[in-house]
């Protein structure tokens, strides 16, 4: 018998004393190995900070901030912009700083409600794409990733901001608060909001931008999230999501009843200026389609249904043969987008105007 599996002295007066008492060996033998069962590593390097619980309240908070961002994205960057929550993990600080590459874009941000500091990291190839696409480009990719500019960390400074007041609105259901930002760096080395051994909260988001894909992180130390351990919890947040889904049916509505632009296209053609000066009545215009295939029907501006020309009570009119789906969806949210986004800044116009009254 090795060492590891000897009895100590303690342990055989106990199983003596149960004997004594009426137990059988076997009961007293399957308890010893249902109490091994229980012991667990722990590793005092690591130890975590927030329960199973606690991550899963944090990842709905950050679901909801991926699809905030990804319609602001979406807007600013006039092209679709996807979004997705990848994962939350419980790593020290030193581990994180490791794991990002330099040079790259870190922003430091605090709150009332927060006892300390917290990071948000975006990768360079989605940050200069956003640039590109702020600055009227078509969203290209640099061949080798650089330190931005003055220019390009303001840019990028301004819409952190937005970023950072759409990752308070998605703390609401928890606690709100304004994030203030502090400043920005790009060498990973100079960013200390914690010590190296603290273990950290890393929520991790991909971005899609076209064809370029990236990551999103946001760090929170352990000591600036624990004023708010007691109310991370599931079952605070299930209250507010069902309050959520009365507004969301609400907008669904709102949004179904949305007014948009439908063309029937009979035909195209492409006429010269002289052509269309001599043009008179009975002339014919040749288009590039006959009269008996299907025609296309436009919303907004978007090919979206084929349907075919007829007559219904002596009125001209068209059925519908096919229907592109994801299309129509799509037309559907850029709508939605310019239309927050047109509230959006007739709100700021407004308090603008308010903020030079009273001065």
Same mark, same amino acid.
């Given at each position: 018998?090795? &060492?590891?599996?000897?009895?100590?002295?303690?342990?055989?007066? &106990? $199983?003596?004393?149960?004997?004594?008492?009426?137990?059988?060996?076997?009961?007293?033998?399957?308890?010893?190995?249902?109490?091994?069962?229980?012991?667990?590593?722990?590793?005092?390097?690591?130890?975590?900070?927030?329960?199973?619980?606690?991550?899963?309240?944090?990842?709905? %908070?950050? /679901?909801?901030?991926?699809? /905030?961002?990804?319609?602001?994205?979406?807007?600013?960057?006039?092209?679709?912009? +996807?979004?997705?929550?990848?994962?939350?993990?419980?790593?020290?600080?030193?581990?994180?700083? *490791?794991?990002?590459?330099?040079?790259?874009?870190?922003?430091?941000?605090?709150?009332?409600?927060?006892?300390?500091?917290?990071?948000?990291?975006?990768?360079?190839?989605?940050?200069?794409? !956003?640039? +590109?696409?702020?600055?009227?480009?078509?969203?290209?990719?640099?061949?080798?990733?650089?330190?931005?500019?003055?220019?390009?960390?303001?840019?990028?400074?301004?819409?952190?901001?937005?970023?950072?007041?759409?990752?308070?609105?998605? #703390?609401?259901?928890?606690?709100?608060?304004?994030?203030?930002?502090?400043?920005?760096?790009? &060498?990973?080395?100079?960013?200390?909001?914690?010590?190296?051994?603290?273990?950290?909260?890393? =929520?991790?988001?991909?971005?899609? $931008?076209? +064809?370029?894909?990236?990551?999103?992180?946001?760090?929170?130390?352990?000591?600036?999230?624990?004023?708010?351990?007691?109310?991370?919890?599931?079952?605070? #947040?299930?209250?507010?999501?069902?309050?959520?889904?009365?507004?969301?049916?609400?907008?669904?509505?709102?949004?179904?009843?949305?007014?948009?632009?439908?063309?029937? =296209?009979?035909?195209?053609?492409?006429?010269?200026?002289?052509?269309?000066?001599?043009?008179?009545?009975?002339?014919?215009?040749?288009?590039?389609?006959?009269?008996?295939?299907?025609?296309? =029907?436009? !919303?907004?501006?978007?090919?979206?249904?084929?349907?075919?020309?007829?007559? $219904?009570?002596?009125?001209?009119? %068209?059925?519908?043969?096919?229907?592109?789906?994801?299309?129509?969806?799509? !037309?559907?949210?850029?709508?939605?987008?310019?239309?927050?986004? @047109?509230?959006? /800044? +007739?709100?700021?116009?407004? *308090?603008? @105007?308010?903020?030079?009254?009273?001065?």
């Amino acid at each position: 018998m090795s &060492n590891e599996e000897m009895l100590s002295q303690e342990e055989i007066d &106990n $199983i003596l004393k149960s004997m004594a008492l009426g137990e059988s060996a076997e009961d007293i033998f399957k308890e010893y190995e249902t109490e091994e069962r229980r012991i667990r590593e722990y590793d005092f390097r690591r130890p975590m900070k927030f329960s199973r619980e606690q991550l899963r309240t944090l990842q709905l %908070v950050h /679901e909801n901030f991926a699809r /905030e961002l990804s319609t602001y994205l979406s807007g600013r960057c006039r092209t679709f912009v +996807d979004v997705k929550y990848a994962s939350v993990d419980q790593i020290t600080f030193s581990e994180f700083q *490791k794991s990002l590459s330099s040079p790259t874009f870190m922003a430091v941000f605090s709150a009332d409600v927060f006892s300390g500091s917290s990071i948000f990291q975006m990768g360079l190839d989605i940050g200069y794409v !956003i640039i +590109d696409r702020l600055l009227g480009g078509t969203g290209s990719v640099l061949e080798e990733l650089r330190t931005p500019t003055e220019l390009e960390m303001n840019i990028l400074r301004k819409e952190t901001a937005v970023i950072l007041r759409t990752l308070s609105r998605s #703390w609401m259901n928890i606690e709100e608060f304004e994030a203030t930002l502090e400043n920005l760096e790009t &060498n990973p080395q100079f960013v200390q909001v914690a010590s190296s051994n603290e273990m950290t909260i890393l =929520i991790t988001l991909s971005v899609t $931008i076209k +064809d370029v894909q990236g990551f999103v992180n946001l760090c929170f130390p352990s000591s600036t999230l624990e004023p708010l351990t007691d109310k991370l919890s599931t079952r605070m #947040w299930t209250k507010v999501y069902k309050r959520q889904e009365i507004t969301r049916e609400n907008l669904k509505q709102i949004l179904l009843l949305s007014k948009l632009k439908l063309t029937a =296209i009979l035909g195209r053609t492409t006429l010269t200026l002289n052509d269309i000066l001599n043009m008179e009545v009975g002339d014919v215009i040749r288009t590039d389609s006959f009269f008996n295939e299907p025609i296309d =029907i436009e !919303i907004q501006g978007e090919k979206v249904f084929k349907a075919q020309i007829g007559k $219904i009570k002596g009125f001209y009119s %068209v059925k519908i043969l096919k229907k592109d789906k994801e299309l129509l969806e799509k !037309i559907l949210v850029e709508e939605s987008i310019k239309d927050q986004l @047109k509230k959006q /800044e +007739d709100t700021e116009n407004v *308090k603008s @105007k308010e903020l030079k009254e009273n001065a």
